[in-house]
């Protein structure tokens, strides 16, 4: 949870931490457990996790210490092995992420609000 918490603050920047902070029983209880959920650990240590709902990539993050290293691809090179078509969800202030997702064949399917913070997110899809 730690992993997820503080690279949601890191990565949206543009959202209140106290609103992350309110997501964390749900993360906890809710979705992390109704996810087909994936860890990437090195030397004993949790470094990054993805969790799939269906087709949908729900959750990808990597600690904030280890981006950079090639987790972020690893971990996109996993969820391909898993799924022929896959969807996410990303902030389009999330320029970073967004072009990371584009760099992996992510393609921008439909733009609209979301309805828990108000900002802009974008749909995309890799088939």
């Not at 959750?59 to 969820?79: D, H, M, S």
């Not at 389009?92 to 760099?103: C, G, L, P, S, W």
């Not at 992996?104 to 399917?109: A, D, L, S, T």
């Amino acid at each position: 949870m730690s992993i997820w918490l503080e690279s949601s603050v890191k990565a949206h920047d543009f959202v209140e931490r106290a609103f992350w902070e309110s997501r964390l029983d749900d993360m906890r209880s809710i979705y992390i457990p109704n996810s087909e959920t994936y860890v990437y650990e090195s030397d004993n240590e949790v470094k990054g996790f993805f969790s799939l709902h269906d087709d949908t990539l729900a959750a990808i993050f990597v600690a904030p210490g280890c981006q950079g290293e090639g987790i972020g691809q690893k971990l996109i090179a996993k969820v391909k092995s898993l799924r022929q078509h896959i969807t996410l969800n990303v902030y389009k202030e999330n320029q970073r992420t967004v072009a990371f997702y584009k760099h992996c064949g992510f393609r921008e399917v439909l733009e609209r609000k979301d309805p828990h913070t108000g900002h802009l997110e974008l749909v995309m899809e890799f088939n």
